[in-house]
């Protein structure tokens, strides 16, 4: 890896490869994969991902808004793109680009009918989402007869799959529920499919769901964090790769006396004499203030370096009394040496939230491609 100047996110590409390539042995060949890109790639860079992704031979790839399915046609991507939470307001945008909406409610298909009406289209392509338990998005089925009456005959559009998402994929302690949400997803389909009299796609599984429930993988599956290195599971993350490495350099080191405080509202009091380090990172970049006070350590020669105090907008303390280090030297914040998930954890938060923290502040750098 490079020698870091600044605060750098290391997006290594075999690793995503080597993900890719661990997931699709999850399922089986004919399973289409759908590589979900939403929140820039969960905060890497999504256009080199995507890009990463179509060379990998993935057959979709997924969003969350509009805006960022424009972007990926912007760059060039040509793979088909869903749409998973898009907008009336954005309909326009959304077909100019031909990218395939949710369907997720009665209002979004009156909406997008009208839409496309407006707009000439024919058997342009969409995805019926199913609400089977998670309460979120979602048809039930006492819409059905109209999904098929509105959407047969008239020509303008074609339901190209029926999706659902389980609330709780990665939880042992919920294997009941998430068994029942897959029933449910398997009789509202074969509705559809009836009173459509053609036969769409369908998907339910994320990630956990790829692992743990590998006979509801239908004819899709849409995999996001296991892209990216995690899997809710230690098990599954000791096969996976991090893709993404955040990490920046000490800027300056102090010798903090007893009593003498650290950071803004002197939230670190100094018991006895330590040594700090200054890292050019901060809240603005993604470290937020829950990390503060002990519960973040970043790494530093191989050693946990806890933050000292608040988090500031711009920069970090760190406790590095114990560590063998000076001013110029390295400190990973996560990465391989210390993984996001359990970073995040000691936060109580999820390596999703901290991954897609990191704002577009930090550079990112692509090594492997
Ligand atoms: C974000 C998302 C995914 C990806 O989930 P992972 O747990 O990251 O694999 C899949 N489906 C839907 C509907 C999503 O919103």
Request: glycine fraction near 16%; charge should be positive.
């Given at each position: 890896m490079s020698k870091v100047g600044e605060t750098t996110l290391v997006l290594d590409l075999s690793a995503l490869g080597h993900n890719y390539n661990y997931l699709q042995s999850?399922?089986?060949?004919e399973t289409k994969f759908l590589g979900v890109v939403k929140a820039f790639a969960y905060g890497s860079d999504m256009v080199t991902i995507a890009q990463k992704l179509e060379q990998l031979g993935a057959d979709y790839l997924a969003v969350a808004y509009v805006r960022e399915g424009v972007l990926l046609r912007e760059a060039g991507i040509n793979l088909p793109v869903l749409v998973l939470h898009p907008l009336a307001s954005n309909f326009d945008d959304l077909i100019s680009h031909h990218l395939e909406p949710s369907i997720y409610s009665r209002n979004i298909l009156n909406q997008f009918l009208e839409a496309v009406k407006t707009k000439n289209q024919t058997d342009y392509p969409v995805h019926i989402k199913f609400n089977t338990?998670?309460?979120?998005l979602g048809f039930s089925e006492s819409d059905i007869n109209l999904i098929a009456e509105e959407t047969k005959?008239?020509?303008?559009?074609?339901?190209?799959s029926c999706f659902s998402h389980l609330?709780?994929?990665?939880d042992i302690n919920e294997r009941d529920f998430s068994l029942n949400q897959i029933k449910s997803f398997k009789i509202l389909s074969d509705v559809l499919k009836k009173k459509l009299g053609y036969t769409p796609m369908r998907h339910m599984l994320n990630t956990s769901g790829i692992i743990?429930?590998?006979?509801?993988?239908?004819?899709m599956v849409r995999s996001g964090i296991g892209l990216y290195g995690?899997?809710?599971?230690d098990e599954i993350d000791a096969q996976l790769k991090p893709v993404a490495t955040l990490k920046t350099i000490i800027s300056q080191i102090h010798i903090i006396g007893a009593n003498e405080s650290v950071g803004y509202n002197r939230a670190f009091k100094s018991k006895r004499l330590i040594k700090s380090a200054t890292l050019p990172i901060g809240h603005a970049d993604?470290?937020?203030?829950?990390?503060g006070k002990g519960k973040g350590s970043v790494v530093i020669k191989g050693q946990k370096a806890p933050i000292l105090g608040n988090v500031c907008m711009d920069m970090i303390m760190v406790d590095v009394t114990e560590i063998n280090c000076k001013e110029g030297d390295e400190a990973i914040?996560?990465?391989?040496?210390?993984s996001a998930e359990k970073f995040a954890s000691r936060a109580n938060t999820i390596s999703y939230e901290i991954l897609t923290a990191i704002s577009q502040r930090v550079k990112r750098e692509v090594i492997n491609q």
């Open positions: 999850k399922i089986n060949p338990g998670l309460n979120r005959g008239n020509g303008n559009v074609k339901i190209v609330a709780a994929s990665e743990n429930y590998p006979e509801a993988q239908f004819e995690y899997g809710n599971q993604g470290i937020g203030r829950l990390y914040v996560f990465g391989p040496a210390n």
